[in-house]
Nanobody, 126 residues
């Protein structure tokens, strides 16, 4: 079974940075679009960023533009989400998701993505 594993979450002060990783096992991420999503307590899951499999599309939610950067390292079979200037409202469980050969990625609908990780907690607090 295809698996995605997120890591890199934790507790950080406002203004700080974290880099989340999403590593695939049993498949090669190079032919998959990757999306990052997050869900805060009591709120619906929302799209944060996505990157198409061929690099043709990269998208960011308005709330994270200029602060978050998505990137991939196909040699390591890993996609990253660099998060800078973190705010308390960025606190959430962050999930990565994958969909094969998606050349135009979108942040919704989320059911475009067939494979999901288990999530990693990000808490921004002083």
């Amino acid at each position: 079974q295809l698996q995605l594993v997120e890591s890199g979450g934790g507790l950080v002060q406002p203004g700080g940075s974290l880099r989340l990783s999403c590593t695939a096992s049993r498949f090669t991420l190079g032919t998959y679009a990757i999306g990052w999503f997050r869900q805060a307590p009591g709120r619906e899951r929302e799209g944060v960023s996505c990157h198409s499999w061929n690099g043709g599309t990269t998208r960011y939610a308005d709330s994270v533009k200029g602060r978050f950067t998505i990137s991939r390292d196909n040699a390591k079979n890993t996609v990253y989400l660099q998060m800078n200037s973190l705010r308390p409202e960025d606190t959430a469980v962050y999930y990565c998701a994958a969909e094969r050969l998606l050349s135009i990625c979108r942040l919704s609908p989320m059911n475009e993505y067939d494979y999901w990780g288990q999530g990693t907690q990000v808490t921004v607090s002083s």
